[in-house]
């Protein structure tokens, strides 16, 4: 009986450990949560989204460039990082790089010693932001474009970049892949461009459609799948026109193969570059708040783009609007009711009082072995109105929950509500009309391998943000 308990013991943690985890660096990239995306360049002087890359530099001038006061704004809207545009499709640099003639030093900008990356990285320093990179493998300017030699001029911009402007924390791949000036088409060496990356700066996460690190979401809207599984399957799939479905990225693979989560990109206008005309488009705090719920309330990252314009500043109206959003969010997320019940654990044989999963602390957490005997929850003295409840899965060993419900009961545990879903994750926030409730109670009806749930918070939130 006791090898027999031995054996079984020990081939369900080895089925539970075959699983994908995280890497270290992505377990801490979860955490980042939201971060600003900055767009800037010839395009912003321009008024068009894709340059020619024929552009002069000379109309690249900002008049009143100040990092600073991005980075204020970030932390404002409670950002944890920016990531920022350093050579777009049009080829122009905001470094001054060896390997282009088509840079800030060509342009006018400060007589051509101004260097943006210079000034944001020290300026995310500064207010202890985490500093990214966006670098376009396409490229509309470059006359090697197309050829081999390109793929040596791609690899020593990345090197000037981790060289002179780290730590770079996520370096951003786009997978757009037009035609350059000589009207040919680039064969990108991945596998050359990720050695590099991975020898030179071992700790910065890389995001394109595939990974290696983290993926495409699938859309520009900044919408993750209510299914969201930090997993994928990308044997037999390229960057950009090679990638899987929209849908499928959009998703995740249940039982992918590889640890690749989803990042959620969008603008806060409709554009991605700054255009006079969509100043008065910018999106309003409540529409923000939606997005942090279809975003970060699905296990995803959001990533916000917020174009700074022809002075080099963000401009009032979308910093308004983050700031206007930041107090949305702190004021939903205030206040966790479910601090004012007792966590119970019921693992089948009777069922305990458990204070994990309501004190903040991701590294107490309750672990499911045995779905269909066990339940977790929260129990209230007092019935609570609420309207929101925030689910934490712990992710170090892998995203195991594959569908749970949630219970909202009365004190004398008659079902009120029923809240069916798939993926839990990093954060599952799950809105709904507000209920008076005696209990809040978990169930997992499928999981791979051993659910671990860290927190089942629960908040009232305005009615008028609650999820659409
Ligand atoms: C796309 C680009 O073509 C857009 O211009 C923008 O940079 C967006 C974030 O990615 O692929």
């Known amino acids: 009986m006791r090898y027999f308990l031995f054996f079984l013991f020990y081939f ?34 321009t008024n068009l989204e894709w340059g020619h890359g024929t552009e002069k530099e000379e109309i690249f001038n900002p008049t009143g460039l100040d990092c600073e006061q991005w980075c204020r704004i970030a932390k404002a809207s409670g950002a944890t990082g920016i990531i920022i545009t350093a050579k777009h499709h049009d080829g122009f640099c905001l470094w001054p790089s060896k390997y282009s003639t088509h840079t800030v030093r060509e342009s006018k900008w400060k007589n051509g010693k101004g260097d943006v990356l210079k000034e944001l990285s020290a300026a995310c320093k500064k207010y202890g932001l985490r500093f990214g990179v966006y670098i376009s493998p396409w490229d509309r300017n470059h006359p090697d474009y197309g050829t081999e030699k390109y793929n040596d001029v791609f690899v020593n911009m990345m090197k000037e970049l981790f060289t002179n402007y780290g730590p770079i924390w996520e370096l951003w791949w786009d997978g757009a892949n037009g035609e350059g000036p000589n009207g040919k088409k680039q064969v990108y060496d ?61 998703t995740g693979n249940a039982d992918g193969k590889a640890w690749i989560p989803a990042e959620c990109d969008v603008s806060i206008r409709p554009g991605w570059f700054w255009h006079e005309n969509e100043n008065s488009k910018v999106k309003t705090p409540e529409e923000l708040f939606s997005l942090y719920l279809k975003s970060v309330g699905r296990g995803a990252n959001l990533l916000l783009n917020v174009p700074p314009d022809r002075r080099g500043l963000i401009h009032e109206n979308d910093s308004a609007a983050l ?48 779905p269909d005997r066990s339940s977790m929850g929260i129990e209230f003295a007092d019935s609570q109105r609420i309207n929101c409840v925030v689910l934490k899965e712990y992710l170090e060993k892998g995203q195991h929950t594959r569908s749970f419900r949630l219970l909202l009961m009365t004190k004398k545990h008659e079902l009120l509500r029923e809240i069916k879903g798939t993926s839990i994750g990093r954060k599952r926030i799950l809105t709904f009309p507000t209920t008076n409730v005696g209990l809040i109670g978990l169930a997992i009806d499928d999981q791979q391998g051993y659910t671990a749930i860290t927190e089942i918070q629960a908040y009232l939130i305005d009615e008028k943000l609650l999820e659409k």
């Open 190 to 250: 991945w596998k050359r461009f990720e050695k590099t990356v991975r020898e030179l700066s071992p700790n910065t996460v890389v995001f394109s459609d595939i990974g290696p690190d983290i993926r495409w979401c699938g859309n520009e809207s900044g919408i993750a799948g209510t299914t969201n599984w930090n997993t994928l399957d990308t044997a037999g799939f390229t960057r950009g026109a090679g990638a899987p479905s929209q849908d499928t990225l959009n």
């Open 12 to 45: 369900s943690a080895m089925a539970a450990l075959a699983q994908p985890g995280p890497t270290p660096q992505q377990l801490a990239w979860h955490e980042m949560e939201f971060y600003l995306f900055m767009h800037f360049g010839p395009n912003t002087f």
């Open 323 to 370: 700031v206007g959003f930041r107090r949305l969010v702190e004021k939903s997320f205030a206040s966790n009711i479910s601090r004012r019940g007792t966590g119970y654990f019921n693992p089948h044989n009777g069922a305990r009082q458990v204070s994990g999963l309501n004190d903040g602390n991701p590294r107490t957490l309750e672990t499911i072995v045995a």
